[in-house]
């Protein structure tokens, strides 16, 4: 579990850790394989601990009535997931799944709850980590009822453009079908954002890369939502 523990130490969760601090979570943690399309656990199921993902793509997302999903999470190698029943004491609000073939590591609650009880160092780590996905998804719900498509596919590249060394040529890890559901719409009309986004000269699409070619014109979409006729 080498590798493990070396993402773990990275994470946003526990990075700045001393090292007997995290040979102390990886003596509790459970590594479990997960399979493109499995579920991990669903809404309403006992928050019986948190996960942090070591490999692959993991998304967390809700269900409709009619079947419909929206994601309202996708985390990589180094994210937490299902951390919030840790200190609540709740259900899962939400279902867990892998969108590719995945490792995470299981942290128990009880054997967590103790663990911070002799290290609070770790959990001030969480809080700052708590902070930051409440304040992700306000911004998230704002962008879903607030502003159109456009807007919100303009938003998400420049999210991936910054974690992605500021680079203006940014790679999606996710198919386009995930990354509808993300953005709470289907394939057929992103396709069509793109189509439009290229020919407008902002974006050129090769695959899974997108190079942004104007930036400011893409701010601008993400701000004010608006393209330009075609």
């Known amino acids: 579990m080498s590798d493990a523990k ?18 102390a979570l990886m003596a509790i943690a459970l590594e479990k394989p997960v399979s493109a399309g499995e579920l991990i656990f669903s809404e309403g199921d006992d928050g019986n601990g948190f996960y942090v993902t070591i490999e692959g793509m993991i998304k ?22 299902g951390e919030v029943p840790v ?10 799944g892998g969108i590719k073939k995945s490792r995470v590591l299981f ?11 002799q290290k609070p160092s770790v959990a001030m780590n969480m809080l700052a980590v708590l902070s930051m996905r409440l ?30 060394n500021h680079s ?23 396709s069509r954002m793109l189509k439009k986004m290229s020919e407008q000269k902002l974006i050129e699409v090769q695959g899974r890369t997108i190079r942004i070619l104007d930036r400011q014109g893409m701010e601008d979409l993400a701000e004010f939502g608006k ?3 075609a």
Do not use: C, W
């Open 6 to 23: 070396q993402v773990l130490s990275r994470s946003m969760l526990f990075s700045g850790l001393p090292d007997q601090d995290i040979d």
């Open 60 to 81: 967390v997302y809700k269900l409709s009535a009619e079947g419909k999903e929206q994601i309202l999470h996708m985390f990589g190698p180094g994210e937490p997931f």
């Open 87 to 96: 200190f609540s004491g709740k259900a899962f609000p939400a279902n867990a």
């Open 107 to 117: 942290f128990p609650r009880r054997a967590f709850r103790n663990l911070i009880a």
């Open 135 to 164: 304040r992700n998804f306000t911004i998230q719900v704002e962008n879903l009822s607030l502003k159109e498509v456009p807007a919100r596919l303009a938003g998400y590249f420049l999210l991936q453009s910054e974690a992605q």
């Open 168 to 190: 203006d040529t940014i790679t999606l890890n996710i198919s386009k079908g995930h990354l509808a559901s993300f953005l709470g719409t289907i394939p057929e009309t992103l």
């Open 227 to 229: 393209m330009e006729s």
